[in-house]
């Protein structure tokens, strides 16, 4: 849902597969989450699927995202 949100506002992300990236999986665990999905944006985060914090994106068009993916395919990390 997340992946789908982000493409429905025309952003450009990066998809980082955690299942494949064991420091991706370290990035994550040291911005504090235990779970996918993850966003960054600049040095802004989010987990979970937030509509709320990915309208707010909106503003950083231009902005290259930067998600990971757990093995579900799910969007996540950076």
Not at 67 to 78: I, M, N, Q, R, V
């Given at each position: 849902m997340?992946?789908?949100?982000?493409?429905?506002?025309?952003l450009p992300?990066?998809?980082?597969?955690?299942a494949a990236?064991e420091?991706?999986?370290?990035?994550?665990?040291?911005?504090?989450?235990?779970?996918?999905?993850?966003?960054?944006?600049?040095a802004a985060?989010?987990?979970?699927?937030?509509?709320d914090?990915?309208?707010?994106?909106t503003?950083?068009?231009?902005?290259?995202?930067r998600?990971?993916?757990?093995?579900?395919?799910?969007?996540?990390?950076?």
């Open positions: 997340t992946k789908r949100a982000i493409d429905d506002i025309g992300y990066v998809v980082v597969d955690l990236d420091q991706a999986v370290e990035t994550v665990q040291q911005l504090g989450y235990t779970s996918a999905p993850v966003v960054t944006v600049s985060s989010l987990s979970g699927f937030r509509p914090k990915i309208s707010a994106v503003s950083a068009r231009g902005t290259e995202l998600a990971a993916t757990d093995e579900l395919g799910g969007a996540s990390y950076e």
